[in-house]
């Protein structure tokens, strides 16, 4: 059986990495040069594509080449936009919080323009500073009535079933929690998708397969038929066949 793999950095795996036969990645990129990569990747290789800014690059890079990157990204046709979204474990100062709204609003914007659904990266703030605590809830509001995927969901079940309830998808990672438990136990299988964020998190894509257990444990589930599940719902949402 195939499993998909919703979130990975392809290109950055070593040279020598070979994916195995059973694993079907969708590429995605979160900055300018990775997004040039991913897209170089996936043409060569035919395989899905999510490219978009993230919020941590507007704090890197700045976004005065914002015109430019999103050129780039309408230019090459991708499945989705993504990864984006809001950051405030990145964000120090009101000034980056008002810099990744900006560049989220304008991913947003394009996602729409261009009718596609949009991938998200969230991290809400662990800090006593000036940055707002919560980035989920502000996502939520900001992308109600679009498609939306929250990639390595890291908010709690009440913010999950949210999700769910506007039309979401959350994906899971192998990474286990207690949070996380909840939220498998209370999101319908059919709104769940697995993904490895390989190589910053899982170290290669075969680490989809222990989220992929992990589910089937907490829904007292066969692998096969999480299997089965994410991988159809990872095609109705980038919109491809494997």
Known sequence: MVIVDSHAHLFEMKK?????SDIYPVVVGYSHSSNQKAA???RKH????AIGIAPQTSIKEGIAKLDEWVEFIARSKPNAIGEVGLDYKWAQTKQDVEKEHILFDRMIALAKDMKLPIVIHSRNNPNENEVPKNAIDEIIEKTRGMKVLMHFYSGN??????IVKNGGYLSIIHLRSKER???IEEVSLERLLVESDSPYVGRTPETIREAVAYIAEVK??????????TTRNAMDFFNFTV
């Open 157 to 162: 079940a009440q913010q999950a079933k949210e």
């Open 220 to 229: 007292d589930l066969e692998v096969e038929e999480v299997i089965t599940a």
């Open 40 to 42: 170089e990747l996936a």
């Open 46 to 49: 035919n395989y899905p594509l």
């Open 16 to 20: 020598d990495y070979v994916l195995p």
């Open 181 to 183: 438990r909840k939220v």
